[in-house]
């Protein structure tokens, strides 16, 4: 392809927005008034700016995700309509350029099969309703998992959407904690709308921040670095979220165990105990006796972490009772009453608390299998890559690899107390992986 036809792509995509330019100002002089004008020209020019350039509209994708519940007088949240902009551009620019392609790996068979038992468990759904709403989240999901690996797919990238990441997960954060101290919140929750889910998030900024703060060279970087880590361990705690503090302590322990630099690991302990010391330093404003029994294994165990044996006990019974296709996908909440004869709170919707258990209730076995080899092809994936990214000194690749592999461990860790399989973090680890892949196969940089 010559010069000129590789521009024309971009003079196309010039022109359009040029145009745009003009309507949308034209259009706002005459109707909006003066702030909601300054607010529409600031969205405008982003909008443009992705236009021209998606793989900035998915930085802001990636940054915007701990603000995900967040809809400032819209009915859509800002990471939607980032998303939905952001691939249609994409997707433009590619066939503009006639370059749609679909990276070929194993990873595509499992999640088509597990797409498919989705869709062949809906036959069988009680809420066919309730079905569809999952289905269409998946295939959602699904769209985003071949996005990231379409447009990841250099280590310079790779290493921007770390940081994009680092940096969105410290600014929710801080918003959690600023959220929880000024409107005395029970519980940290920060932009994701619930503590639980929240801390899943943070699972793998935290573990980024960790492998890049034993790398990064900058004074200024290992600053924020360490910055963000006190930030995200003390939005962690103040959550009160059992299954998010197991999540990151498997982290924790596991970067622990394979840092051999005594310098890092002193560093590390020493982050440790400051954000212990700005969590009692908070403690005045946090009902100690809730914060004790959430903690405690003999209290949680009478409140409600035995709320989740029942529940288990109950999702085991409905697997049993359908093994193959299961009781349809998004429609374990409403079967849960029929199995909750071990709960003396009585029947009442539930969800299974287990992303494993909810899977094998709704989808069967065959849907549970292709689950777990997904899980297993990302991380085999993630521990080759990081060996082999080292063989071919592609260093940056191998530590983000090495940061991925203990993130998705963490998120493994949440998903045995939470249902999460249609977490969006999960899945854009999942296109990373794929991404990280690519990039180790055709070496670039």
Request: net charge positive; glycine share 8%; hydrophobic share 55%.
């Amino acid at each position: 392809m010559n010069k000129a036809a590789e521009q024309t792509p971009y003079l196309w995509l010039g022109a359009f927005a040029t145009m745009a330019v003009l309507l949308l100002v034209l259009g706002g002089l005459i109707i909006l008034p003066p702030v909601t004008l300054s607010m529409f020209a600031i969205a405008t020019a982003i909008g443009l700016i992705i236009l021209l350039f998606p793989y900035v509209g998915f930085l802001l994708m990636i940054a915007s995700l701990g603000f995900e519940a967040i809809t400032p007088s819209m009915p859509v949240t800002i990471f939607r309509i980032l998303a939905i902009w952001t691939f249609c551009s994409w997707m433009l620019k590619q066939l503009l350029a006639g370059r749609v392609s679909v990276v070929r790996v194993p990873q595509n068979r499992c999640i088509a099969a597990f797409m498919l038992t989705a869709l062949v468990s809906a036959l069988f759904a009680l809420q066919p309703g309730a079905s569809a709403v999952q289905i269409a989240t998946l295939i959602q999901l699904g769209v985003l998992y071949f996005f990231v690996t379409g447009i990841v797919d250099s280590e310079q990238r790779l290493k921007h959407v770390a940081w994009a990441w680092i940096i969105g997960g410290a600014a929710a954060s801080l918003y959690a904690i600023a959220t929880f101290a000024s409107q005395g919140l029970a519980r940290a929750v920060g932009g994701i709308g619930d503590p639980n889910y929240f801390v899943l998030y943070l699972t793998i900024p935290l573990a980024l921040s960790l492998v890049l703060f034993q790398t990064e060279r900058s004074f200024l970087l290992k600053t924020f670095l360490i910055s963000s880590l006190l930030a995200f361990l003390v939005a962690t705690i103040l959550s009160f979220s059992r299954g998010g503090l197991i999540s990151v302590m498997v982290i924790l322990v596991l970067w622990f165990l394979t840092s051999r630099n005594k310098r890092r690991i002193t560093a590390f302990l020493l982050t440790i105990a400051i954000a212990i010391l700005i969590i009692f330093w908070l403690l005045p404003a946090i009902p100690l006796q809730s914060w004790l029994q959430r903690i405690s294994p003999q209290l949680a165990l009478q409140d409600a972490g035995a709320g989740r044996f029942y529940i288990w006990r109950g999702g085991l019974d409905m697997f049993l009772d359908h093994p193959l296709m299961g009781v349809g996908i998004g429609n374990f909440l409403y079967r849960y009453p029929e199995y909750s004869y071990y709960d003396p709170r009585g029947a009442w919707q539930r969800v299974a608390h287990n992303t494993f258990l909810e899977i094998a209730a709704e989808q069967g076995v065959f849907g549970l299998l292709a689950f777990l080899s997904l899980l297993w092809m990302t991380y085999r994936y993630l521990r080759t890559a990081e060996t082999v990214a080292q063989e071919r000194k592609l260093y940056c690749t191998a530590q983000l690899a090495q940061a991925f592999r203990l993130g998705f461990l963490g998120l493994l860790a949440g998903n045995f107390f939470l249902t999460a399989h249609l977490s969006k973090s999960l899945w854009l680890l999942f296109g990373l992986t794929v991404a990280v892949y690519n990039i180790i196969i055709n070496n670039r940089r």
